[in-house]
């Protein structure tokens, strides 16, 4: 078993107009995973939407990681353009270079590009990990952000048609 953290979409201008539901504490826990995840030598990748039609051109402010986020030199930035961080990336190559089997998961929009990067990945094959405390969305007309966390942390763990597992940890409980 060996593990790659994914960091979805934790930028400048997604988080900081009007921040998401459960903006501080999931900051923290993405802080907390990937500082574990380094102590331990595992990789740290962070995902960038990059579409210059909605605001977040490659390299501009809007597209930068949100600054309370803890960001290290050796940290992989990915750019894609889709809610699937496999399609038309090189995070696939990435992680068969590094020999990565598992992925704990957690970023930002729990139902678009969460979903379905913890989706796909499951079903390439890698073992998946949700942050259940370190995902999240704004509010909906439909549903609340926490209703939509807490729907995805239920059901995505129920998938279990792909070759890869779905399982669900907190931020404190992931490595041990």
């Known amino acids: 078993m060996k593990y790659a953290v994914i960091v979805i979409d934790v930028q400048q201008g997604l988080f900081v107009s009007e921040a998401p539901a459960f903006v501080e504490s999931t900051i923290k826990n993405i802080n907390l995973v990937t500082d574990k995840a380094r102590k331990l030598d595992v990789p740290v990748i962070f995902i960038h939407h990059t579409r210059s039609d909605c605001g977040l051109a490659s390299g501009s402010d809007a597209w930068q990681i949100v600054k309370e986020v803890s960001v290290h030199l050796d940290d992989l930035h990915i750019e894609k353009s889709t809610p699937d961080s496999f399609l038309n990336t090189s995070l696939q190559d990435e992680l068969v270079a590094r020999g990565v089997t598992d992925l704990a998961i957690c970023g930002y929009a729990t139902e678009f590009c ?63």
């Open 114 to 176: 969460v979903d379905t990067t913890v989706r796909r990945a499951a079903a390439l094959k890698y073992n998946v990990t949700l942050i259940a405390d370190a995902h999240t969305t704004h509010d909906k007309p439909h549903a609340s952000a926490e209703w939509v966390r807490s729907h995805h942390n239920a059901t995505l763990p129920e998938v279990t048609s792909f070759e890869g597992d779905i399982t669900l940890s907190d931020a404190e409980d992931i490595f041990i």
